[in-house]
């Protein structure tokens, strides 16, 4: 489970009787894009999350197909979902962007309607082969400058100045061979080489916030003990741990 210690402001820790809904009046928005109803939660930033999200990884027999995004997304939107929640990992932030875009464009949404969340450092796997994430575990590569780079590409294929929620994918590599790409092969790091890892990925997260670029930062699928390690380290605690 998450711990409650050092996220306060996640959804997991919330207390029921804090979360918020949206207004039940209807929204300024283009004629029949209206948002639905949906609860909300306050981060410890104060940023309001809704709690209900549309997922963009879409695959069939292991194949990503992002095309999907061009019909789903618009059915998504127009069906009033404001939570997009994507990941470098899923091959579809360009067409998110582009389906964001010509919401915007065309005035039925402004970036302020939409709460849009996007994830990094998710090791190669069998369905990520083209991952340039070896700085999750290589010691010759700056974990740092890795989320950095992977980030601005983000940005770059959504075509957006910020994202509201930016979140460590995974917590290192995974401990489960059979999920590498096919003829890789890569020593697991020592406990301790995974956790400096994990605190240089996190200090380029603090920076990403410090500059604007993330209304609010944390992680995903960290276990307790990957908090325990990483809190001491934290100029900004993590404000949320999405779990799959």
Known sequence: GVPRRGLEGSVAAEPPAQRRRLSDQPSAEGEGVVAARVPTAALANGVEIPMVGFGTASSRDGVRLPERMYSFLPAALDAGYRHIDSASMYGSERQVGAVLGRYFMDGRLTREDVFLTT?????????????????????????????????????????????????????????????????????????????????????????IYERKLARAIGVSNFTQEHLEHLLPVCKVKPMMNQVE
């Open 119 to 207: 994830k990094v450092a998710h090791p190669p796997t069998i369905d990520f082969v083209e991952a340039q994430t070896h700085y999750v575990y290589d010691p010759e590569i700056s974990a740092f400058d890795g989320v950095l780079r992977e980030f601005l590409q983000c940005l770059d294929r959504l075509g957006l100045g910020y994202v509201d929620l930016l979140l460590l994918h995974w917590p290192g590599l995974f401990d489960c061979p059979q999920r590498f790409p096919a003829g890789w092969k890569v020593p697991l790091p020592s406990r301790e080489a995974a956790r400096r890892k994990r605190a240089e990925m996190w200090a380029a997260m603090e920076h």
